[in-house]
């Protein structure tokens, strides 16, 4: 094992003369840095009843630790009666110094959880794994959910992961890692899964001395609060009954799920108990399979997603083992590889309403989208064995042909690094949903006051006056006496803002890949660019413009004399104008369409769109005329962004002609700067930490 940790530790060496990964290290520590130093101002600069809930209600003067009794009379105290004995005594400490060292401490435990983490890779590690992975766990685990919870409740959630972490892959023998998971069991009962895991991988010291420790545990506090035990583990059925109620959407287990479907009663428990009887069964088999494939970590994660599935309740801070789940590959070709590790962040980080949208038929999805990753990494998922040959070498994936263009100077690529291949489909609709999540967030959080974008609304108003352009009062009175214009451009305003650039996408996706990533690139940095205009520059378009006389033909009439208008903003942000979306959007869909589109009648009908959409935003009052130049301002500037970062859409072989001319079906993925580009400078023996 001293060989391979100098091997290691000499490829880590090496990977510090290339300038790039050692900058790109230092960022990546920096930006922990960053990140714990923010946890600790978000959870410390709150006023004392909102920071640490948990923590406060335990402990502080009037907690359920202090206070005579059951600790689960007042209903507040969520975990086992062991977890309360452990507690008990911090109650003498201050409470505020307490909730100082408390969240201190939480850090270190990530921190000390993402470095177990890391050294249970399993072999064989790349150079630059080996160099950079640490930063990136730690930074992975302080920006998940269930970390966040833990930070804002100052619950003890994180102990029992990195407890059983210790046991399996830091500590040496058989009795202690036992002890260690037994501890950890004590404090979540599901954790005892982890000793039918030590069973079924032959480690039956361990798994006997594992539930030893939990029986001796739970005995202990028998012993000392017999009351408070047998109202935890009998009258709460192991703590079903405890916090919140079992179908908030917090609780993501099968039996909150199934609560949440509309089961009641002895119909839903024995609907859990059969399917956590096979969650079990499947789960573990498979977590035994890959433990002696060598994926112990793997097999760790799968376990503690099987525990997930199966608790009574699993709430939002004790879901830390589906991020472990991110160490599995699952995928033979390139191209498909980072779908599953960009599900698992994504599902740990970002809130189910940013992911899918608000719509019947997705809700029950993503009311359980944390469930669902549980379940798929504990039964579905399937991940390659290291004996596969694809473990290390993907499929490679051939970049489609350059598609001829009749205008070469047009940007339409995405990257810096140039990939003309059909990007991932899962990964380009939970990109698209979390960009327009954030998108619409921003734009929300960028409202101000009314006499500041009214300001702008006269500023705005002067100006067309200036340039004889302030044509929106005619137009909008125009269309008002004409019902049927009306009607229509009321429902083109509504209606095709969004499906138009949607329905392009899809086509483009599917025919035209490669100019997919430019289309879907521009119209990204275009929006951002939007955003910022929103941000700097309020504007009340002219239906919100008090005096002018304007009429909303699309929202209706408006009270702007009511002193409560302003709340319109809860909603969306009304003052959102400058620049224009609905036309540079539409723009954008023309400019696609023109150089893309095969036939000249789709071309017309493509340039026909903008020119229906910037009538339509004027005459109902909602932009004004330089609202829609703000709009082609950012287009055009996402088409240059796009062309500096990605190059010309056409590529040019050396000798001047097109590549996709020379009868190549598609070029061979090919390893990008600074990548390793050989097997045997790729993998290098893992570290023999703990037993597998």
């Known amino acids: 094992m001293a060989d391979v940790e100098r091997s290691v530790r000499g490829d880590a060496a090496a990977e510090t003369k290339d300038p790039r990964a050692a900058t790109a290290r230092a960022v990546l520590w920096l930006l922990v840095g960053v990140l714990a130093i923010r946890q600790v101002a978000v959870v410390l600069r709150r006023p004392p009843g909102e920071r640490l809930i948990d923590l406060e209600t335990w402990t502080g003067a009037t907690g359920v630790l202090h206070i005579s009794g059951s600790l689960y009379d007042p209903g507040r105290f969520t975990g086992t009666p062991f977890a309360g ?23 270190l435990l990530v921190v000390l959880l993402g470095f177990v983490a890391v050294r249970a890779l399993p072999a064989p590690v790349s150079r630059r794994t080996a160099f950079l992975a640490a930063p990136v766990a730690i930074t992975l685990l302080m920006v998940s959910l269930p970390v966040r919870t833990t930070l804002h409740l100052g619950q003890t959630s994180i102990l029992p992961v990195l407890l059983v ?22 404090l979540q009962p599901a954790v005892l899964l982890f000793a039918v895991l030590f069973w079924l991988t032959g480690r039956r010291r361990a798994a006997v001395s ?16 017999p009351g408070d035990s047998w109202a935890y583990w009998v009258h709460h059925v192991a703590g079903a009954g405890l916090g919140a109620s079992p179908d908030d959407l917090s609780n993501q287990s099968l039996h909150g799920a199934l609560l949440r479907f509309g089961l009641q009663g002895p119909l839903e428990i024995a609907l859990f108990l059969v399917l956590a009887a096979v969650v079990v069964l499947v789960g573990l088999r498979r977590a035994a399979r890959y433990a002696r494939d060598g994926q112990l970590l793997l097999a760790v994660a799968v376990t503690g997603c099987v525990a997930v599935a199966v608790s009574p309740t699993a709430w939002q801070h004790q879901l830390l083992w589906v991020l472990l789940a991110v160490v599995g590959r699952a995928g033979t070709k390139a191209s498909d590889r980072l779908v599953w590790p960009a599900v698992v962040v994504l599902v740990l980080t970002l809130p189910g309403k940013m992911l899918l949208p608000n719509v019947g038929v997705v809700l029950p999805v993503r009311d359980n989208v944390l469930l669902i990753a549980a379940l798929g990494a504990a039964c579905v998922v399937p991940f390659l064995s290291r004996t596969s040959p694809h473990w290390q070498r993907p499929v490679p994936t051939d970049y489609a042909k350059p598609v001829p263009a009749r205008y070469a100077w047009v940007p339409l690529v995405p990257l810096w690094r140039r990939v ?54 005619w137009a909008n009175h125009t269309v008002v006496a004409i019902p049927w214009l009306r009607d229509f451009f009321d429902y083109y305003y509504s209606t095709f803002h969004f499906i138009v650039p949607l329905t392009i996408l899809g086509v483009l996706y599917v025919r035209r890949p490669s100019d997919y990533r430019w289309a879907r690139s521009s119209i990204g940095f275009a929006t951002v660019l939007a955003l910022v205009g929103f941000w700097l520059y309020p504007l009340a378009p002219p239906r919100l413009m008090p005096g002018l006389g304007f009429i909303d033909t699309v929202h209706g009439a408006q009270d702007l004399d009511s002193p409560d208008f302003g709340a319109l903003t809860a909603m969306t942000n009304q003052y959102a104008a400058m620049p224009s979306l609905h036309f540079g959007w539409s723009l954008w869909c023309g400019v696609v369409i023109l150089l893309l589109a095969p036939r000249t009648w789709m071309k017309v009908l493509g340039l026909l769109h903008p020119l229906f959409t910037v009538s339509t935003i004027v005459a109902t009052g909602n932009h004004w005329v330089l609202d829609a130049v703000g709009g ?48 045997a400078r790729d993998a290098v023996p893992e570290p023999a930490v703990g037993r597998t």
């Open 85 to 107: 004995l452990v507690l008990r005594p911090l109650t003498i400490s201050a409470q505020q110094a307490l909730g100082v060292v408390w969240t201190f401490g939480s850090l």
């Open 165 to 186: 972490l210790l046991a399996c892959f830091a500590v040496r023998g058989e009795r202690l890692p036992g002890v260690l998971t037994g501890v950890a069991a004590a």
């Open 210 to 225: 594992g539930g030893a420790t939990f029986a001796v545990c739970t005995a202990l506090a028998w012993a000392v609060m």
């Open 420 to 473: 003309l291949s059909r990007p991932n489909l899962l990964l380009e609709l939970l990109l698209i949903r979390v960009v327009y999540s954030a998108y619409a967030k921003v734009r929300l959080a960028a409202a101000v006051g009314r006499p500041t974008a009214e300001a702008h609304g006269r500023q705005i108003h002067s100006a067309e006056q200036w340039l004889h352009i302030d044509i929106e009062h």
């Open 632 to 679: 082609a301002t950012v287009v055009a500037m996402g088409f240059g962004l796009t062309y500096a970062l990605a190059g010309p859409r056409r590529l040019q072989a050396p000798g001047g002609g097109d590549p996709g001319d020379a009868g190549d079906p598609g070029v061979t993925e090919r390893p990008g700067p600074g990548e390793e580009t050989a097997a």
